[in-house]
């Protein structure tokens, strides 16, 4: 079962625009929400995170949106630049236990010059 | 500050045979996690380590796969016999307590024929 789903699979956007990947989550323990930047060969660097007491955070281009209620967290990228093509990983866990994270299914984004 | 070193960066084997890999975590990192990232997914928890000893190991096929960190510091995992199916990226990653920021690894990458 996956605790985290990711869309979409795949973004395609021209340089300057803002790209948007949307993730779910059902298990309402999860107090901890991270968004990973991968390139290939690579393993994935700690974007940017979020916590459920705040609907929104920025940092740089980046941004978190959260929505408690709906269980939903997304990330946008102001002004994308062809360096930022990569492939975008949300994730989720909770302080409770032993913190692990659940990682989504990735969003491979490209950005045109 | 060095980052989390892993070796080998690549392995191919064919299936039935052993392999080990083995991660060096951030100094002063005292939890140390095992990923399996398999092509066009995210990654997933295999083993986490609090020092020399396991949190959690629930998703470690434990017929197989095995991991140590006896010195609380280096960690070997080691799959015995692999399977078509253990073809994957192999991550490791450490943080300074279980409640942290993780970092990741470059990986090695595992194919088995």
């Known amino acids: 079962q996956q605790q985290v789903k990711q869309s979409p699979q795949s973004l395609i956007v021209q340089k300057g625009g803002i790209p948007i990947i949307n993730c779910a989550y059902e298990n309402t323990a999860f107090d901890y929400f991270p968004w990973y930047q991968q390139f290939p060969g690579k393993g994935p660097a700690l974007l940017i995170a979020i916590r459920p007491d705040v609907s929104e955070k920025k940092e740089g281009r980046f941004t978190i949106s959260f929505n408690k209620s709906a269980k939903q967290f997304s990330l946008h990228i102001m002004d994308s630049q062809p360096g930022d093509s990569a492939t975008y990983f949300c994730a989720a866990s909770s302080h409770t236990g032993a913190n692990n994270l659940f990682f989504g299914t990735g969003t491979r984004l490209t950005v045109i010059p | 500050e060095a980052g989390v070193a892993q070796s080998p960066r690549y392995k191919i084997i064919e299936k039935r045979q052993s392999v080990a890999f083995w991660c060096n975590p951030i100094?002063?990192?005292?939890?140390l996690y095992w990923y399996q990232q398999i092509l066009g997914q995210g990654p997933k928890l295999l083993i986490q380590f609090q020092n020399n000893g396991v949190v959690d190991d629930s998703q470690l096929p434990k017929d197989r796969f095995s991991a140590e960190r006896l010195k609380g510091v280096d960690s070997t995992l080691k799959i015995q016999p692999a399977k078509l199916e253990d073809s994957a990226v192999y991550l490791c990653?450490?943080?300074?307590?279980?409640?942290?920021?993780?970092?990741f690894g470059p990986g090695t990458r595992l194919t088995v024929l």
């Open positions: 990653a450490s943080s300074p307590t279980h409640e942290n920021e993780q970092f």
């Open positions: 100094s002063g990192h005292a939890t």
